[in-house]
Each structure stands twice: as C-alpha cells, then as structure tokens.
T-cell receptor, first 117, second 112 residues
C-alpha cells in the first residue's frame, strides 16, 4: 500500500497565479480530507468528501479556494488567484469510514509545502 | 462544538527521561480521542486512540495515554524518551460529527 500520495511536495509561485494541489487517497477509502497547516492557526480542516461528494466545505477560507473529487482515486485543491497569505503546508488525508465510528484513523499524505511570493 | 487544547507549545526533555504531553478537550458527551505524531516533512501518523473501555490506552513506539473524564484530559506519556521521539505531537477529538478537531500541537525537543 503506497499510502496517501500528494503532489507536488513543494510549490513556489507568484501572487496571482493559479495553484493546483493533487491527492491520491488510499484505495478503498471513502472519506477524503484536505487540511491546511500554518504556524498561526495550526491544522485546519478545509473540506472533506464522502464517496467523492463534498460534505462540508465550511473551512474553505474564501472563494479563491475550490476542491474537486472527480473519482474515488483523485482529488484536487485549487487556489485561484493565489496570495502570499495562502503559504502553508496542505495535507490530504483519507479514511475508511467516519473516524471514531468504527475505529478508523486518518491516513495523511506527506503534504505540499506552498510558498506564494 | 468540540475543541482541543494543548497548553504546551514546546516541551524539552533529556533522552531517557519520562515524558507527559497534556491535552484537554471540550465535548458534551463521551469523545473519541487520538494522539498523532508528525515527524519533520511528514504527514501525521496515529500513535493511539481511545473510544471506550479501559481508560489507559497503549500505542505504538512505547507511548500510552490516559483518559480522565473528570478532568477532560487525555495526556500522552512515555516512560523513557528516545532522541527519535523528537517531533510534533497532536491531540485530536471527534464528537457527533465524527470529523476530528486537532489541537495546535506540542513540539517535543529531546536533548542528548
């Protein structure tokens, strides 16, 4: 099992550019989560999907952020246009069922370090 | 709504010393509680979890945690710390939504 795969590992871009982060969850997992980690705010849940359907996007900071999950093996988080305050580490995580319900845990990818200049 | 507080931003211990990382949660009913560890440049990895039953939970890498309902706490402990334990540690709680809320994390520094 390759685990949750995120790409790219590092992304450096200029303000105003579009940024797309990618995630491949563990096969068979039906929940996918996008988190953002910063020194100021810690680990924040941005959005999560169940069976490819977005369930709660209340954590998405603003309309510049969008996320899609076109199939069970792929998700994207897009920022357009990007701003310096978007600089953070973005994590994707997947789980088999709801955490806590049946004992499932979150499996995290290694994250994407985004720097917006 | 559920919440988690990790009161210590940094903890420094000497190798071989015992460790306790604090976690306090807020949730009206019985919570599900987790500790995760994040090594530099990596995602979070589950150390242990509590759902019900025995309030002392054993995890990987020699860690344990104790659920104390009266204190709304779920502190992480290890009797003897190794240099490789240096990392960021996150406590998390799930409530009715079953979606975990994470604490701000505690950075563990291990001195030789």
């Amino acid at each position: 099992d390759a685990g949750v795969i995120q790409s790219p590992r590092h992304e450096v871009t200029e303000m105003g550019q579009e940024v797309t982060l990618r995630c491949k969850p563990i096969s068979g997992h039906d929940y996918l989560f996008w988190y953002r980690q910063t020194m100021m705010r810690g680990l924040e849940l941005l959005i999560y999907f169940n069976n490819n359907v977005p369930i709660d996007d209340s954590g998405m900071p603003e309309d510049r952020f969008s996320a899609k999950m076109p199939n069970a093996s792929f998700s994207t988080l897009k920022i357009q246009p990007s701003e310096p305050r978007d600089s953070a580490v973005y994590f994707c995580a997947s789980s088999l069922g709801r955490t806590g319900g049946l004992g499932e845990k979150l499996f995290f990818g290694s994250g994407t370090q985004l720097s917006v200049l | 709504a559920q919440s988690v507080t990790q009161p210590d931003i940094h903890i420094t211990v000497s190798e071989g010393a015992s460790l306790e990382l604090r976690c306090n949660y807020s949730y009206g009913a019985t919570p599900y509680l987790f500790w995760y560890v994040q090594s530099p440049g990596q995602g979070l990895q589950l150390l242990l979890k509590y759902f019900s039953g025995d309030t002392l939970v054993q995890g990987i890498k020699g860690f344990e945690a104790e659920f104390k309902r009266s204190q709304s706490s779920f502190n992480l402990r290890k009797p003897s710390v190794h240099w490789s334990d240096a990392a960021e540690y996150f406590c998390a709680v799930t409530g009715g939504s079953y979606i975990p809320t994470f604490g701000r994390g505690t950075s563990l520094i291990v001195h030789p």
